[in-house]
């Protein structure tokens, strides 16, 4: 419990930690003293080195790692199933090949003729199955009969960085950018290396290093001159199984094309992304492909031409295909100069009217990247109808780790709750059980790929993501993106150990901060599901009517009566008809709408009573009251801690908690104050309004 | 009619057109064939050259120019009074000597034996005087039986420039900085030439170059390594009759002198800033001295050592003095820091409460500078009580030029006649009569200094104010700076003259439009006297909570039943008693407080009925309403000149009028429907309300 901040914070949830108990250590030295490489492939390399400064730091000798035949001594193997070599093999035959990117683990005998065995379906999954292995290590298993089969439900694992080369990043609340500088890309790659290994470590194999809003530098990176420097990068991602991608804009053959059009339809520009991705491929021979945002806040796109979403990710998916690149194409797509005296318009619509039309119109190499929500990562949405809208269609879920509307890594906001619920929401596209998370996987329409994106929270930040706790979010996308049926709880509690490795009641402590946290930002904040209740520009609050007036699609027309958009079939936008059976129903319906949501689906009079007995206005009163007390309970929770964690972390958690417990207190009150302003209706219990 | 933009924009109001009458045209060149310049100061060869240039412009042949005696044919004479010179020691026995800055001019004779004498009190008022001759040339005036005496009624009469060293302009709407880029003052000073040739035009004597808000490159202006450059600026301004002032640092001692403390007291600190003083004297001997913005809006001042404002000024006051400098020390202060639930303290106190007890501490060479309003530059405020509150110390009536709440140079907004309200408005300090004007000029408590300072609206755009129609303001202000007695309408017709130089029609309706502008802004943005219903940083609205929930103390309270801050001396925070009576009984009344200053003075239901015989809440809805109206109004009426005035300053003003009509729109929608949902009070019309 030594370290820095920079020492324990860079190394997250790789703090390879001296193991205490001495029994222990002395098993892990003596049955892991020899790791043996089955094949000379790179990254078998990268997982035997991994393991081996695992060992070294954990156990205090460091292991012999080399190629070639296992010895009769105590040894770890580590391979790829399918090369023939028989301990490799005999582990496949008994775990099974768990598939592309998955690994078997199994072990025998003990003592001086242990062997311990990693069994990757490919070379990436023996690596996944190694950090696998390093976890049970940092967490103090026995090596006895371990009998592991794992593989990942998602085929595509992907990080999104909103990076510009300028070093800034949007939406990043943690320092600047860990790939760009000064518009250029770094020299020094050892940063990026390490993230490489962090994201690895949890099963990460997709990057899109710049922002998906591509300005005018960043439409370059595609161009011959930042071509091998983004080959560089690619190349150490390569040694971590992971796949470089790049945000490209859609008028690139105009802007450093010298074309005249960006017409999707065009041969010039057919031609030109073809001989641009033929270029991009001579230096990135395993580069992942294209993510775009098109037609979407102020973004070109194919619309300028009259042609519609899939012509346009088509004609780049054509681009790409001949080399195995695939186009992920977004689809938040909506009206952003919308006229708020407008109700007709709704921005919750926008994506499925969008892209509902177009499905089973899109290249088996195109991936529509599709935000959990219908408006914008808001604390409490609906989960996007869209999920269930598209059948013939690939789908990646898009989540964002980076804390824009939920505290901007100021405030402790763990947000794998969260992303559970999206996952297992229920479409019912198919009837029951056609959750999310079999949708996005591509498992419930067998679609050829699927999987998850999330826009990433980490910046040059010496603890990667300014609050320490955020690192949570980041390792349980992860471990989500990996298997989505993973609880909250495990997560959590894998995670808190990894970084924390404390006694079982600072463990304890930390989950539950952890995992209170995301409820109780939403009770401070927002209420019942409506949203944007934010500055506009930087998306930090309080300010109740901050987009209330303005062009983004994002109102909750509070008056003297009532709030709350109407979004039923009959009386208002019609967005619930988007759901399936019999979720249209019980959104449409003010007796079945969940109270969390009641604001989104409907326009209700602040006497209107919840589920919970309240009416609307005491809710907002007593859980922005409550929310408060909570947030200040979180650090008082945490002092408690004093002592017991790395110092520097605690300090640094405790001041963003501080500051979280007193700008929960100005939410409370600005939020507060603001009904009771326009109700006139007191609190029941008579506190302090102003 | 057939100048660019740049050319006519940029000439502004001395813009030399061909005299048309010819009759007239030969009249000017005959009388003013020679210019004689009775002495070689440097003032009158900038006079004598300017006229030369009027004069060739305008009749189509340059006039000798040349020192020494008059000849016995027609000649302009233009001299300093009691320099022994005989025409002019004449036309000021005639005339009178106007004292300082001030002018006599004389005609006599016509044809071959025209005279025409310009005498100044000084070489600065023989300058003056002889921008005033050119005035009469453009307007066409007959040159027979000249008898004007002219004096300023201000002594000092200032622009303040809001610039920093890296070329942006705090508030600034008119592009970069004409005196900085970079980080260095700009190399070629040929448009600061011109602009102090402006200045010099409307009577301006001194300009602070840099922004009050002090920054760090900026504390280093007054270090050798800058004077040199900052030295060159003010040679050429003294060509102008312009004293070059600086706004300085406070804690200046400390970021560039090395020293431990700024205060006041300290004798190493006194002696610090004795010898910068030197130092500027030495390269800038008629250095006009130092701006200080202090203890206000986290500006370092003499609050950090325990001393006061006095202690402060006084210590700058003493190292500027052996040198003829003055220190001009602004009175916005106040608490930027408040709670917005904290309803006792009250923004619109503070610089009363910080600085009326303060009064007669001041050194001599010290000059308050007090903004109009008491808050900050609203369209409309009441004036602030400090004007009222002392009679033993220098004062300066700061007016804002420059559009930062009154539509950013976008919006049309001619502050003339709102100037003259506050130069008219009677203190009541020594009984009636104590106008604001007669304070600040120093005349009615006989103060050896005092005037006007304008926070400037210039930029590097071509037209110098972006708005073209907002030259209006810059030479509004300077003609009342000299004289706070000429009537808003005789400065309107100058101006259009000046500029348009067309027909009487077509003159008519641009003066119309800037005198109405001021107050149909007024009629959609902020009602009955609230302010700050705009959005945070820019200050450009509507936003109407958009300061309600923020640390800067400014608040309308607006509930589901009432509007307005109580001030008042019974309920509310006693502001009303900083004013004399019958003042303070005015507007602590409800029965008596002026409409358009209500809701600055009471908190009032909407129903309450004000003296228009409307309710609150139907005033809002009417005055925005017609406000959007009358916005319309101005665009379709400038459209009617199309063709009458210069094309391209035509098609300027056209766009902007064009957003503004669009975006009175949406502050009259705005507004009303925020009121209308915080009221549930419909519009009497039934009009469209959101």
């Avoid at 710049?210 to 190349?235: F, R």
């Avoid at 992942?288 to 004609?315: C, I, Q, W």
């Avoid at 992920?328 to 318009?345: L, M, P």
């Avoid at 709704?346 to 599709?370: M, S, W």
């Amino acid at each position: 419990m030594n370290q820095t901040l920079t020492q324990a914070g860079y190394a997250a949830w790789l703090r390879y930690v001296r193991v205490e108990d001495e029994c222990r250590r002395e098993e892990y030295r003596t049955r892991c003293a020899e790791i043996v490489l089955a094949t000379d492939l790179p990254l078998l390399q990268t997982a035997g080195e991994e393991l081996a400064r695992a060992l070294e730091a954990m156990t205090g000798s460091a292991p012999r790692v080399r190629e070639g035949d296992p010895p009769s001594g105590a040894h770890v193997l580590i391979g790829v199933i399918g090369s023939g070599q028989s301990e490799i093999e005999a582990a496949a035959g008994e775990g099974g090949n768990p598939g592309e990117d998955g690994f078997v683990i199994r072990s025998s005998g003990s003592g001086q003729s242990s062997c311990l065995v990693i069994a990757g379906a490919t070379a990436r999954g023996a690596l996944y199955g190694t950090f696998h292995f390093i976890r049970l290590l940092q967490t103090g298993a026995s090596l006895d009969h371990l009998r592991i089969t794992e593989a990942p439900v998602n085929r595509l694992r992907m990080m999104n960085h909103w990076d510009n080369m300028d070093g800034s990043i949007e939406r990043g609340y943690a320092g600047r950018s860990i790939f760009f500088r000064n518009n250029r890309i770094v020299e020094d790659l050892s940063r990026i290396r390490d993230y490489a290994r962090l994201m690895a470590s949890i099963g990460i194999n997709a990057v899109a290093i710049n922002n998906v809003n591509v300005h005018e530098e960043e439409t370059k990176l595609i161009a011959d001159a930042y071509l091998p420097d983004v080959a560089s990068i690619a190349a150490l991602f390569r040694e971590y199984g992971i796949r470089l991608y790049l945000s490209i804009s859609f008028a690139a053959p105009m802007a450093i094309g010298g074309l005249d059009t960006a017409d999707p339809l065009s041969p010039s520009v057919r031609a030109w992304w073809a001989e641009r991705a033929k270029a991009i491929y001579r230096e990135i021979p395993d580069f992942g492909g294209f993510l775009v945002k098109a037609d979407s806040e102020f973004r070109p796109g194919p619309f300028t031409y009259g042609r519609n979403h899939a012509d346009g990710a088509n004609m780049l998916a054509a681009a790409l295909a001949p080399h195995g690149g695939q186009v992920i194409w977004r689809c938040f797509v909506y009206n952003c100069q919308q006229d708020w005296r407008d109700r007709k318009t709704d921005r919750a619509r926008a994506a499925y009217d969008h892209f509902k039309p177009l499905d089973g119109k899109f290249a088996d190499n195109v991936i529509l990247q599709i935000k959990n929500g219908p408006i914008d990562f808001q604390v409490r949405e609906p989960v996007s109808p869209l999920f269930g809208g598209m059948h013939a269609t690939n789908q990646l879920l898009e989540l964002q780790i980076t804390q824009e509307y939920t505290g901007q890594q100021k405030h402790l906001c763990y947000l794998v709750p969260q992303w559970k619920e999206v996952f297992e929401f229920d479409t019912h596209a198919e009837g029951e059980g056609s959750t999310v998370a079999r949708i996005a996987s591509g498992f419930l329409y067998h679609r050829p790929v699927g999987g998850v994106a999330g826009v990433s929270n980490i910046g040059d930040d010496e603890a990667w993501t300014g609050h320490p706790l955020a690192q949570a979010n980041l390792y349980g996308f992860g471990r989500l993106a990996w298997n989505p049926l993973l609880t909250a709880g495990q997560i959590t509690q894998e995670w808190v150990q990894l970084t924390f490795g404390c006694d079982a009641e600072t463990q304890r402590i930390i989950a539950d901060m952890l995992l209170r946290s995301w409820r109780i930002y939403e009770s401070y904040t927002a209420p019942l599901g409506v949203g944007f209740m934010v500055n506009p520009h930087n998306h930090y609050g309080p300010n109740v009517d901050g987009y209330e007036y303005d062009k983004w699609g994002t109102y909750h027309y509070a008056d003297h009566y009532g709030i709350g958009v109407d979004r039923t079939l009959e009386t208002g936008t019609g967005y619930t008809g988007q759901y399936h059976s019999p979720l249209r129903e019980i959104y449409n319906s003010l007796e079945t709408c969940p109270d969390e949501l009641l604001l989104f689906f409907h326009h209700v009079p602040y006497t209107h009573e919840l589920k919970s007995g309240k009416t609307v206005i005491q809710h907002i009163y007593d859980s922005r009251f409550e929310g408060a007390d909570m947030a200040a309970d979180l650090l008082d929770t945490w002092q408690s801690l004093r002592g017991k964690v790395d110092e520097a972390c605690y300090t640094r958690v405790l001041e963003r908690l501080a500051h979280q417990a007193e700008h929960a207190k100005e939410w409370r009150d600005v939020i507060n104050t603001y009904f009771y302003r326009k109700t006139g209706i007191p609190d029941a219990k008579g506190r302090q309004i102003y």
